[in-house]
């Protein structure tokens, strides 16, 4: 197991800022994956809470608020 690749291992082969940004495009074209496919749309969202219809869009939006608040929180504990 001497060739396991670790966030440390990377970060001293690479340096803190090239790992940083490739995390974040990583983590961003998931998110454009998913926001994609599920067809999100803040405004969309935001129009159906402003109408007080509370439907898909906004549950969606909802859902992926919750969900990077949740992941952001447990990424802290895990530092």
């Known amino acids: 197991m ?27 074209m998931l998110f454009g994956f998913c926001a994609q496919r599920s067809r999100f749309c803040l405004r969309a969202a935001v129009m159906e809470f402003w109408h007080r219809t509370f439907g898909v869009k906004l549950s969606v939006w909802l ?3 919750s969900t990077a608040v949740v992941v952001v929180q447990a990424l802290l504990l895990a530092h």
């Open 2 to 28: 001497e060739n396991a690749v670790n966030l440390a291992t990377l970060v001293e082969r690479y340096g803190e800022g090239t790992v940083l940004a490739a995390g974040g495009a990583v983590i961003g």
């Open 63 to 65: 859902l992926a608020f």
